[in-house]
């Protein structure tokens, strides 16, 4: 039996891993980074000429939503249809989630996402472990899971109509165990009491249509479930993530916690960083609706001012690819799906809003999007880096290309992207994952399936 080996070079390009290295060349056999020198001399392999252009680890999506019953629909993309447009944008790990339901096992939604992406995915795939029925029955999985590799759990402090909501109370008891096994608890932290209040208000007024659908979610639930979720933290001594930080207010408490020594860690999203809540008036509003809602200028500000430090934060999309039909099933704003496609544009429209409008270092960049989630997620060094024994995972990057952002060009199934027109300065040429071409001559150049299930670690 003969074993193909893929045997790559990249010669002189720009290499930030994320550590800026310089102008080098990069050798690949197989699935491994098996030299990095100024100068590699050529020996029968596939030369990708890296002059003038930029490369940097593979981007890592650690928060995406393949095939989700939400909100009474499903988002479209399945696991070819996500990993595949992920790619084309840079991505080439992707993190999930399995939802467990209440009166069910976690096992049980584990095996069932395994099943949905293990002949789909053509990337490197994993799973973030969802809890919502907090008994003992799921506490004593936790260790067991970490032990198999599934080393991040993700919790609700809203949604009680869709079953995901977890009380303080059974968050204490999970958080013990999870920090118990040093994995990491992550947390879409909003106050459902707030939440309700403000809507319910909403519709006694009459004030249906989207233009008041960030009133519904106002900025103090998002600061206020995140001031308990790091108290909790604390307590219990947990590793805690607050994912889709969207308000000032919430990004403080993050801020503050770091500060203070704690393991305390936050994840944004594009969206918050260009848009500010003005869309909601807009013709096109239902396009915007997510949760937590996009909110002010101030807002968004003191985000990009957190990125552009040295704050310790990802870079997540919450990706969830609906059609436009579906956005439009409704004129009111509590019955319309909430979320956005976005895996595909991330790193152009950070590139774009970060590195280009905002002199960010690409270094930065490099860190938000692949070596900070690589760590959090237990996949360093393995993912994250450009290192000799790291895994392929690649994006070279022309900085002296452009283009303009548009659904048409995308290759999810959704038929809108909420950065449409966006003027890139870049253009993505390589993407390569474990040693393999993502896509050669713009044409998909993997087979479906072809990802592994990775084994993460604490």
């Known amino acids: 039996m003969f074993i193909i080996r893929n045997r790559l070079l990249i010669k002189k390009v720009h290499a930030y891993g994320p550590k800026d290295m310089g102008i080098v060349d990069i050798a690949i056999d197989g699935e491994k980074i098996t030299n990095i020198q100024r100068e590699i001399p050529t020996d029968g392999d596939l030369v990708i000429d890296g002059t003038d252009k930029i490369i940097i680890p593979g981007v ?28 084309y944008g840079g991505v080439t790990t992707l993190i999930d989630f399995a939802d467990q339901k209440k009166g069910f096992s976690i096992y049980d939604a584990l095996s ?20 919502t029925d907090i ?24 949604y009680s109509n869709e079953g995901l909501y977890v009380s303080d109370r059974d968050l204490k008891k999970a958080f013990k165990v999870i920090a ?20 319910n208000q909403l519709l006694r007024e009459g004030h249906t249509d989207v233009s008041y659908f960030s009133k519904s979610n106002p900025d103090e639930s998002e600061a206020a479930a995140i001031y308990r979720m790091v108290q909790i933290a604390k307590e219990t001594g947990v590793r805690l993530l607050i994912r889709h930080i969207s308000s000032k207010n919430g990004a403080k408490i993050v801020e503050q916690a770091q500060k203070e020594g704690f393991p305390v860690y936050g994840e944004t999203c594009p969206h918050y960083l260009y848009f500010t809540r003005e869309v909601y008036s807009g013709n096109n509003g239902r396009k915007y609706i997510v949760y937590p809602p996009i909110r002010g200028a101030k807002d968004k500000e003191y985000l990009w001012e957190l990125l552009q430090g040295d704050a310790e934060l990802t870079i997540g999309t919450d990706d969830c690819a609906f059609y436009l039909e579906q956005k439009h099933i409704s004129d009111k704003f509590y019955e319309i799906p909430g979320g956005m496609p976005g895996i595909e544009t991330r790193l152009a429209v950070m590139y774009e809003l970060g590195v280009i409008q905002r002199q960010m270092d690409i270094q930065r960049l490099a860190g938000l999007v692949s070596e900070i989630p690589s760590k959090l ?32 060009k995308l290759h999810e199934k959704s038929d809108y992207t909420p950065f449409e027109g966006l003027r890139v300065h870049m253009n993505i040429d390589e993407v390569i994952s474990c040693g393999r071409r993502i896509f050669v001559d713009e044409k998909c150049a993997v087979e479906a399936g072809s990802g592994r299930l990775i084994h993460r670690t604490c």
Do not use: W
Request: charged fraction near 20%; proline fraction near 3%.
């Open 180 to 199: 118990g096994c040093n994995a990491l608890a992550t947390v879409h932290a909003e106050t459902e009491t707030m939440i309700m209040e403000a809507t």
């Open 135 to 158: 008994n003992k029955e799921t506490l004593s999985a936790i260790p067991d899971l970490v032990n198999k590799g599934f080393t991040s759990f993700k919790f609700y402090t809203t």
């Open 377 to 408: 997620y237990g996949i360093y060094p393995q993912k994250g880096c450009i290192r000799v024994g790291s895994d392929a995972d690649l994006v070279v990057i022309n900085p002296k290309s452009e283009h303009v952002i548009t659904a048409e």
């Open 112 to 131: 069932n996402r395994i099943r949905q992406a293990e002949n789909k995915c053509i990337i490197d795939y994993g799973f973030h472990l969802t809890l």
């Open 60 to 87: 890592i999506e650690t928060h995406a939503h393949m095939l989700l019953p939400f909100g009474g629909t499903q988002t479209m993309n399945d696991f070819y249809d996500g990993t595949l447009s992920g790619a």
